[in-house]
């Protein structure tokens, strides 16, 4: 059962940033994850999923009432006077689907497993930043909302909490919750998604499964070559100048397949021109590196 | 939950302190004036030169009315006695002051401008004694003039009558002196064609003729004796029957003259008695010719008079007539003098310092500042909170988040209110109604501009402009309702706003219920009626810039979360690695 769908979403801000040609649809329990360097235009979906944008182009259909939507700003959104108790009080009351009973279970089992019951009567405005976190994401998951959107959820998290944010999130995705979180971290979006948006510069780079993404992913390395001296390093240059080698200082990097031609050209040129390195770093390339990567093969395709 | 979520907002907020200390000062600020201006005592100063009845009058109805009434020799003295806060007003008689149409000197009331509150409010009671007193004057000035004018009226009406009358008269005496007139020259008073001279004449002819055929008959009837004899004499031979006949034809025709000469006698003396008569006769006729001719002149005489009699008369009558439109619509002359049989003049004196205010306007100006400013700022406060953001996400219907925030304004102003008004029913000692007909127009002047409070609120960007709006609307309010400046003082085109200015309706009937102990709204009908539609307006305009503005406000709270200028970022690292190419490429 399709609970949403996106239909070529095209929104303008007056100041030129636009999203162009969004399009995607998720079904029920499904758990979409929205990637992308920050800017690249994940929360303007967002915001026209949540309906706080209506003069954008495109279509989407929304499976659910409106009232079972629940929603985690990227900055905390509550009122910084009222206490935790009382924002979570007030949003329940307001979202239209207030039962007290339901309220005050959800209200004992986020408090507690989110370690908020100390601070229940302090205003919010004298939370820490964590804790204005974990106060968002309780106000999102308040009413026992169908779907849950959550907009960085745990930027601003420490590993414990941040794992603690995704076993709560495992445990909704449980109960039949439909997900959408947006993240500018590969791994984090990785252990729970099983659909994936990949945005740049406000277009979509990629939609799909989540595992058909991360085996691409996984099959790209960067090499990272530390040079001794200059000399070497210009040598270096002067043979890979129109290759993908990016040169920096003392270093040059490629982002590469598993058994890519190149790196093998590298090496044994190296080996070759008796080309000390001082080190050889082969990692996981990050997002931004994964972006740049495939911006440069769309301009090469231009 | 929601009011309670905005009273928190609020009172947690460090402007809204502000404000409320303000409002607090503002309160105190009042009570203090309140107890210091001591308005139950009211000192008037009073420079007469010339007493008259009217002044007298005037005076001891003053004194009557409970104020303390202080003379100066000087006027100089008096308007001192004002500056120097020794009293409240001072009063100018002018020499003989009365109440007649020739009389235009003015009485002049000396105030102090920077006490205008209290000055006005004493002003008002002095005028209200005035106003009694002009009031009595005004009712006999109005009941002489109607009776005057009743008399003219009748005297009018029966004028015009017997003009009618006089008219008629004249007109049917101009048509018997033209009868007259025509029967006077219809009279023939010419001599008879008879000639009397030649009647005389020809009688005398005929008497002579007649004695001469007499005498001629007398010589025929001898003559026709001689012939006869001599007929017979003769011899001749003649008829026997022709001297018989001529016998007897002498004879009797001696007889007729015979006879006729007595007639004839008769008729000489006659015809001498007829010419006397006639020569009498004729110089009668000369009389009466001349008297005709005199006669035909005085009817001329006369017909040229009622001529000129009839044209005045129609002059007289259009005049009347004209005279009597006239009174119908007859304008007052002296309809200053009836209405206001006294001329006053309102003098400012500005030295003073001192600082007194009345209570309408004081709670009024609590009343409206604090719902402007405290509605204001609670749609500020809720708007640009985050919070803000989830109550769009909210299936609550707009409606539901406007009327709260009025809602919460309103107990915020009514809880400043009630302490305000609870003060002054104990120090007035008001009734119950009294209090609850405050209450009344409390809660409408804290709606109507806790209206305005939200509009402001909506059309703001920050809490620092919406509070300078509040404060300049409250201060125009004030401005152009004569609180600050006197009527006098605005610019003529503005004049004519205080009577729309929703702030003076609302202190005019303020003033009626604390200062008069109004408890009906007869009086107040159509200041409500107004104030209504006036919250209508502002609902509809709040209303409307709080659904449009709070899309626009929530897409600017998104648009402040977005990190700075990503974009530019990948586009400088596009720029960046574009020249790293082009370097390389040099290279």
Redesign the interface.
């Known amino acids: 059962m399709t609970i949403l769908q996106v239909k070529n979403l095209s929104f303008r801000y007056r100041k030129g940033f636009s999203i162009d040609g969004i399009s995607f649809s998720l079904k029920k329990k499904d758990f979409l994850g929205i990637l992308g360097v920050s800017g690249s235009g994940k929360t303007t979906i967002i915001r026209a999923v949540a309906g706080l944008v209506t003069d954008f182009s495109g279509r989407i259909f929304l499976g659910f009432e409106r009232e079972k939507l629940g929603i985690s700003f990227q900055q905390p959104s509550f009122f910084d006077e009222l206490t935790v108790k009382d924002n979570l009080a007030y949003f329940s009351r307001i979202s239209g689907r207030h039962n007290r009973n339901i309220f005050e279970k959800n209200y004992a089992f986020l408090i507690d497993f989110l370690e908020l019951r100390r601070f229940e009567k302090r205003p919010a405005e004298k939370l820490s930043g964590g804790m204005k976190r974990r106060l968002d994401i309780a106000i999102a998951l308040i009413n026992q909302p169908e779907f849950v959107i959550l907009d960085e959820p745990v930027g601003e998290l420490d590993p414990i909490l941040r794992k603690k944010i995704f076993v709560l999130i495992d445990i909704l995705a449980k109960r039949g919750c439909t997900f959408m979180i947006t993240s500018h971290i590969l791994y984090d979006l990785e252990r729970v998604c099983n659909k994936l948006l990949v945005v740049n510069d406000g277009k979509q780079m990629f939609f799909g499964d989540s595992s058909e993404f991360m085996d691409k992913v996984k099959q790209t390395f960067k090499t990272k070559i530390a040079f001794s001296s200059a000399e070497d390093l210009n040598k270096m240059k002067a043979a890979f100048k129109d290759s993908r080698l990016v040169f920096s200082a003392n270093t040059a990097t490629m982002i590469h397949k598993k058994d890519n031609m190149q790196i093998k050209e590298l090496f044994y040129f190296l080996e070759k021109e008796s080309i000390k390195v001082s080190e050889v770093r082969v990692s996981q390339p990050s997002l931004e590196d994964i972006f740049v990567k495939m911006v440069s093969n769309e301009e090469r395709k231009e | 939950?929601?009011i309670?979520?905005n009273l928190?907002?609020f009172f947690?907020?460090k402007s809204s302190s502000i404000i409320m200390v303000l409002g607090t000062f503002l309160i105190l600020f009042a009570l203090v004036s309140f107890f210091s201006e001591d308005s139950q005592v009211v000192h008037v100063s009073y420079f007469l030169n010339q007493s008259s009845e009217t002044s007298e009058a005037i005076i001891s109805l003053l004194a009557d009315s409970g104020f303390i009434l202080h003379e100066f020799p000087t006027e100089e003295g008096c308007v001192s006695s004002v500056s120097e806060g020794k009293s409240k007003i001072c009063l100018s008689f002018p020499d003989n002051l009365e109440i007649s149409e020739d009389y235009n000197e003015s009485l002049f009331f000396y105030i102090d401008t920077s006490r205008i509150n209290v000055v006005y409010y004493i002003l008002d009671q002095v005028m209200s004694e005035f106003s009694e007193y002009s009031s009595r004057q005004r009712h006999r000035l109005i009941g002489d003039m109607l009776l005057a004018i009743d008399n003219v009226s009748g005297m009018l009406d029966e004028a015009e009558a017997q003009l009618r009358e006089v008219s008629k008269d004249l007109e049917s005496a101009q048509e018997s002196l033209l009868d007259l007139q025509s029967e006077l020259s219809g009279i023939d008073v010419s001599y008879p064609n008879l000639n009397a001279l030649n009647f005389s004449q020809s009688a005398s002819s005929l008497i002579t003729r007649f004695r001469q055929a007499s005498s001629n008959s007398n010589k025929f009837r001898r003559l026709s004796q001689g012939l006869i004899s001599a007929m017979e004499d003769c011899g001749c031979d003649v008829n026997q029957s022709y001297r018989d006949t001529l016998n007897q034809t002498s004879v009797s025709h001696f007889e007729v003259l015979n006879n006729s000469d007595s007639l004839i006698k008769s008729l000489s003396a006659n015809v001498n008695s007829f010419t006397k008569f006639y020569s009498d006769s004729t110089k009668s006729f000369d009389d009466i010719e001349k008297m005709k001719k005199s006669v035909s002149s005085d009817i001329k005489g006369l017909l040229d008079l009622v001529d000129d009699a009839l044209t005045e008369i129609s002059l007289v009558s259009k005049a009347l007539k004209d005279s009597n439109a006239e009174f119908e619509r007859l304008e007052i002359r002296k309809a200053e003098k009836i209405l206001e049989p006294i001329s006053t003049s309102i003098v400012p004196v500005t030295e003073s310092s001192k600082l007194g205010i009345a209570i309408p306007s004081v709670f009024l100006i609590l009343l409206a500042s604090s719902s402007l400013l405290f509605s204001s700022s609670l749609v500020i406060f809720n708007r640009d909170?985050?919070?803000g953001?989830?109550?769009?996400?909210?299936?609550?219907p707009r409606l539901f988040f406007y009327f709260s925030i009025l809602a919460s304004s309103l107990i915020l102003v009514i809880g400043q209110a009630l302490v305000f008004m609870l003060v002054v029913v104990i120090l007035l000692s008001l009734s119950l109604n009294v209090f609850l007909m405050l209450a009344f127009v409390s809660a409408c002047s804290a709606i109507l501009f806790s209206f305005g409070g939200i509009l402001i609120g909506n059309i703001s960007d920050s809490k620092e402009m919406a509070f300078f709006f509040s404060i300049v609307v409250t201060l125009i309010l004030l401005v152009l309702s004569g609180e600050i400046l006197p009527v006098e003082f605005i610019a003529e085109p503005f004049q004519s706003l205080i009577v729309y200015n929703p702030y003076e309706v609302l202190r005019a009937s303020l003033h009626r219920i604390i200062i008069h102990g109004a408890t009906g709204f007869d009086e107040m009908l159509f200041d409500f009626a107004y104030i209504g539609i006036l919250a209508a307006v502002l609902l509809f305009l709040s209303f409307f810039s709080f659904s449009t503005f709070r899309k626009l406000r929530?897409?600017r709270l998104?648009?402040?979360?977005?990190?700075p200028?990503?974009?530019k970022?990948?586009k400088e690292?596009?720029a960046v690695?574009k020249r790293?190419v082009k370097d390389?490429?040099k290279?």
């Open positions: 939950m929601i309670r979520k928190s907002i947690r907020n909170s985050r919070g953001l989830r109550e769009t996400l909210s299936h609550k929530t897409s998104y648009k402040k979360e977005r990190k200028a990503p974009k970022t990948v690292g596009k690695r790293a390389k490429r290279k």
